[in-house]
């Protein structure tokens, strides 16, 4: 489902030049979730950024099913960003003036769906996440644990083959973070995507299905 191969990425800053992936290779099967581990600055965000469309590589593949997405331009970004992948942040970025039905359903919307289709699927993700009592809150009115459980659903509701989670329980206490990982799992396996989570805990990376660990810019064997 998601083959990525040698892939590799530098920033240039007034320091120097960074090479933060040195040749980063993984293979994920449909609905196979992985935790990705490492210490900070090795490369993981910028790999699922990547994986994402949120960053482009230098060079090597990433390939979501049969699309390759290094080389792509701005507008199939965007379309694959829309479509084909859901993030979940650290720090979970709701739109603040909507409320949480209408964070849910806008990329729904974006991506052309007819309103009450987007309305329909983002009823049954706040179920689904235990969020249908508070749809009508806006973000501010929610704890951190509740945002992210929302911020789950928008990643959810068009139907993504896979979800890139970064440090999903990052900011949350540990209640919060057992409760949000439970939902992420349950979600993602009705889905049946394929999910990578960033992670710095043990606790959340053993509920996964295999770890992969990375330093340096590498996958370790
Ligand atoms: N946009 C950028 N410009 C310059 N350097 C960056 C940029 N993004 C990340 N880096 C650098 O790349 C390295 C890896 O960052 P990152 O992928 O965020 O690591 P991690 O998520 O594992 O903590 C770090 O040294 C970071 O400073
Ligand atoms: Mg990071």
Same mark, same amino acid.
Do not use: W
């Given at each position: 489902?998601?083959?990525?191969?040698?892939?590799?990425?530098?920033?240039?800053?007034?320091?120097?030049?960074?090479? @933060?992936?040195?040749?980063?290779?993984?293979?994920?099967?449909?609905?196979?979730?992985?935790?990705?581990?490492?210490?900070?600055?090795?490369?993981?965000?910028?790999? &699922?950024?990547?994986?994402?469309?949120? %960053?482009?590589? %230098?060079?090597?593949?990433?390939?979501?099913?049969?699309?390759?997405?290094?080389?792509?331009?701005?507008?199939?970004?965007?379309?694959?960003?829309?479509?084909? @992948?859901?993030?979940?942040?650290?720090?979970? /970025?709701? &739109?603040?003036?909507?409320?949480?039905? !209408?964070?849910? !359903?806008?990329?729904?919307?974006?991506?052309?769906?007819?309103?009450?289709?987007?309305?329909?699927?983002?009823?049954? &993700?706040? !179920?689904?996440?235990? &969020?249908?009592?508070?749809?009508?809150?806006?973000?501010?009115?929610?704890?951190?644990?509740?945002?992210?459980?929302?911020?789950?659903?928008?990643?959810?509701?068009?139907?993504?083959?896979?979800?890139?989670? %970064?440090?999903?329980?990052?900011?949350?206490?540990?209640?919060? *973070? !057992?409760?949000?990982?439970?939902?992420?799992?349950?979600? @993602?396996?009705?889905?049946?995507?394929?999910?990578?989570?960033?992670? /710095?805990?043990?606790?959340?990376?053993?509920?996964? *299905?295999?770890?992969?660990?990375?330093?340096?810019?590498?996958?370790?064997?």
């Amino acid at each position: 489902m998601v083959k990525v191969t040698d892939l590799r990425k530098s920033y240039d800053s007034s320091a120097g030049r960074v090479e @933060v992936l040195r040749g980063v290779s993984l293979q994920l099967a449909r609905g196979e979730t992985v935790a990705l581990m490492g210490p900070s600055g090795c490369g993981k965000s910028t790999l &699922l950024n990547i994986m994402g469309c949120l %960053d482009v590589a %230098d060079s090597g593949s990433v390939k979501i099913g049969e699309q390759e997405l290094v080389g792509l331009d701005e507008k199939s970004m965007t379309e694959l960003r829309r479509k084909t @992948v859901g993030f979940v942040f650290q720090f979970f /970025h709701l &739109l603040p003036t909507l409320t949480v039905r !209408e964070n849910v !359903e806008l990329p729904a919307l974006i991506a052309g769906g007819l309103s009450h289709t987007a309305a329909e699927r983002a009823a049954r &993700l706040l !179920e689904l996440v235990g &969020l249908n009592k508070r749809a009508g809150h806006r973000p501010h009115q929610l704890s951190g644990g509740e945002m992210q459980r929302a911020a789950i659903a928008r990643a959810l509701v068009n139907k993504p083959a896979v979800v890139l989670a %970064d440090e999903p329980t990052g900011n949350l206490d540990s209640h919060n *973070g !057992e409760v949000v990982l439970r939902v992420l799992m349950e979600v @993602v396996s009705e889905e049946n995507a394929t999910m990578i989570v960033v992670t /710095h805990s043990a606790e959340v990376a053993s509920k996964m *299905g295999c770890v992969l660990h990375m330093a340096d810019g590498h996958i370790l064997p």
